[in-house]
């Protein structure tokens, strides 16, 4: 039936619905919805058909060492260092105190580490770029103070032979109560998917092209050299600085790679926790790195898949806050919310194929079924979290001064 100014369905569209007035530009917000669905499952299909196999290396401690950054970690220093001196003598574990309160240098001197302490905290970033600057291995392990190596092997060859210029692990939350971390609960379990899936997919598929385009910050493998000389790239903010770090070394034209060697991290443990990560750490620092998101995409000799991903940060930037909108007002106009429901069994329909792929690094587990059944919800809170990161982003940039650009000279003294 065509839709004139006296039709049924031009009526339904314009007037109230269970008492709330509407209009047809509000039913659209579906169709945004539906659109933004279609593309992730799209984006999603491409990256599991397009993985790569796991890539073979062999290992050389003795071309390594590790920077631990660390502020206030004395409680979590000695199990992180307990398990790495199992492939590094102490005295290659070099740790920067980054004006902490405890007794983090304490600790980390008796457990034998070259330790270096600011008075005053610079911040992950500087902290890591003061230590580069006093290693002198070829490769550096640079390592969160809550990372677990477990039976991680250091893969030196695909830098020192296969000619790669940084290596990204697989990091995943830990299963383990420790530190006062509780890893072993549902929140824990939809985080572990999370990772899982970056790391089955998303890494896995650009590793095909050497295009992994976030070596995390809990434990990434890279050449000395070029830590060093790119170090003044970095604006030193903490917000995703891992994703800068790999960013510009991209921008270089250097090759990233996965290897597909299980570390463990401790995750927030309480919705609080991860509200904090999310909107204070992890996506302001996507705001930051849009610039360098479009300096990619246009670069060139850049692989497709990495200008792929570029276009996809850059679509999500700028869609999140049409989907947020959208799913608020479904949310709040009854006729609307049997398609909240319908959207809800779409995402979950295209979530079921990467869910039974993701597995456990060494065993056949899947994350557990109602990880499954409450993903895509996990994912709409994601999403309006990275839209009012953008207020996040602006108050730490623009008011409080946290994300202004910290570089210089003072990146190399105490």
């Known amino acids: 039936m065509p839709i004139t100014p006296w039709s049924p369905w031009h009526l339904w569209l314009t007037q109230p619905q269970d008492g709330l007035p509407w209009t047809g530009w509000t039913h659209s917000l579906v169709f945004v919805v539906l659109f933004c669905a279609l593309v992730d499952f799209v984006k999603l299909l491409i990256e599991l058909l397009g993985r ?40 290659r574990i070099l740790v920067v105190d980054d004006g902490s309160t405890d007794d983090t240098a304490a600790v980390a001197a008796e457990l034998g580490c070259t330790v270096h302490r600011f008075a005053k905290s610079k911040g ?21 103070d809550d990372t677990r190596l477990g039976g991680a092997r250091l893969p030196t060859s695909l830098l020192s032979e296969d000619g790669f210029d940084g290596v990204a692990f697989h990091v995943l939350p830990d299963r383990r ?21 970056s790391m089955e997919i998303g890494k896995r598929f650009h590793d095909v092209t050497h295009s992994v385009s976030c070596i995390s910050g809990a434990a990434g493998l890279f050449r000395t050299g070029d830590l060093d000389a790119l170090h003044h790239r970095h604006t030193g903010v903490f917000q995703a600085e891992d994703l800068q770090r790999t960013i510009v070394h991209l921008l270089e ?44 995409l246009f670069r060139r000799g850049v692989s497709w898949r990495l200008r792929y991903e570029m276009a996809y940060n850059l679509y999500m930037l700028i869609s999140d806050p049409l989907k947020t909108w959208s799913i608020v ?7 609307l919310r049997w398609w ?60 409080t001064g946290s994300m202004r650009p910290r570089r210089g000279p003072k990146d190399r003294i105490a």
């Open 177 to 197: 109560d420790r530190d006062g971390a509780h890893g072993n609960h549902f929140l824990g379990a939809l985080q572990r998917y999370e990772y899982g899936k």
């Open 52 to 91: 790569s196999e796991a890539r073979r290396f062999t290992s050389d401690p003795q071309m390594v060492t590790a920077v631990i950054p660390c502020r206030n970690g004395a409680r979590r220093l000695p199990g992180t260092i307990a398990e790495l001196t199992r492939l590094l003598p102490a005295e």
């Open 253 to 296: 034209r250097h090759r990233i790679v996965f290897a597909n060697e299980p570390v463990w991290t401790v995750a927030p443990s309480t919705f609080g926790g991860w509200l904090r990560q999310r909107l204070t750490g992890w996506y302001p620092g996507l705001y930051h790195q849009a610039a360098n998101f479009i300096r990619l």
């Open 340 to 399: 909240g429901a319908a959207i809800y069994l779409a995402y979950l329909a295209f979530e079921i194929y990467p869910w039974w792929v993701v597995r456990t690094p060494g065993s056949d587990r899947r994350a557990p079924l109602p990880v499954l059944l409450v993903y895509p919800l996990y994912g709409a809170v994601n999403t309006m979290l990275r839209t009012a990161s953008l207020a996040t982003w602006f108050w730490f940039r623009y008011v």
């Open 329 to 335: 007002m479904i949310a709040a106009t009854p006729a």
């Open 124 to 144: 992950k970033a500087g902290a890591i770029h003061y230590a580069i600057h006093r290693v002198t291995t070829p490769y550096t392990l640079l390592l969160d």
